[in-house]
């Protein structure tokens, strides 16, 4: 390359950084349980994102390294570790975004459901300074069991008197990556263009992937689709036992993880037609929390969008 093109491809890229950082929104993003298995590649991936201006980093134990290692990256947001309850208020103030992937993960032989007595505990001191502290902060809720958690953390807010169904969330891209993966698997489609919305919860048999609403669209037989339905409500089970005892997902957790996360944010900054799965109070059937498709906006949820019709 010629000096001259490479200068100028340089300056072009200042500018484009410039004119990013400049066009969006302050933001601020808080990680809780950041030094642990899904908190590292989530702290990472999040410093990678262009629209987080602040990002705190926050755990019982751990955080200063992380910090320290992750905010010497070269990109917008500012990085601040934070450590022990004491420190939790100042890591969480101001937050627009929180993230709780703090808990106990499971080993083989354990359901999300064995994690319940320890994460419950965690949950509800954590959320119990997310009423104090930043209370209109949109909540995304890693910490299993999902499906209890989110209930937990709903009458967390409400005994606060902060509850804001708009912004809880629990997180469930990661059944949606897996769903996409494994269709793009045996449809021989390219996984970058798939879609298929999972719906339900996030445990075993109420994880619902709606192959038949797949895009693109393939004709893969019923026994395929209901190996491709078990082989997604068993995903977590498959790494724990791959993993045999070191725990559960946190690659492939912090990828969706930073997927809503940044959902979330665009939702915040006005970008229209954000769409993601998430498991939120919801009247889409009986159950008071079900994850479908939502709309994300400024408030948080804009519209929680029914179950769709096969293609
Ligand atoms: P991990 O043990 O590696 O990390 C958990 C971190 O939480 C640790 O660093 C720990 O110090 C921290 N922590 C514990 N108590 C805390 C507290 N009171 N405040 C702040 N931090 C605290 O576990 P992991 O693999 O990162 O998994 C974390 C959780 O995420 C587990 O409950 C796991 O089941 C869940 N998970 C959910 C999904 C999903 O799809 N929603 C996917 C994978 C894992
Ligand atoms: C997952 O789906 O990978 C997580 O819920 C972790 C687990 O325990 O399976």
Redesign the pocket.
Known sequence: RSIKSTLTSGSCHLLRRGYATESVPDRKVAV??A?????QPLALLMKLNPLVSKLAL?????TPGVAADVGHINTRSEVAGYMGEEQLGQALEGSDVVII??????KPGMT?DD?FNI?AG?VK??CTAIAKYCPNALVNM???P?NSTVPIAAEIFKKAGTYDEKKLFG??T??VVRAKTFYAGKAKVPVAEVNVPVVGG?AGITILPLFSQATPKSNLSDEVITALTKRTQDG?TEVVEAKAGK????LS?AY?GAIFADACLKGLNGVPDVVECSFVQSTVTELPFFASKVRLGKNGVEEVLGLGTSL
């Open positions: 809780l349980g030094a642990g298995g899904i908190g926050y755990d019982i134990a751990g992937p703090a808990g106990v993960p499971r999300r994690l994460n965690i001191s954590l890693i910490s299993n999902v997180v469930t990661l059944d996030h977590g725990g559960s997902a946190t957790m969706a």
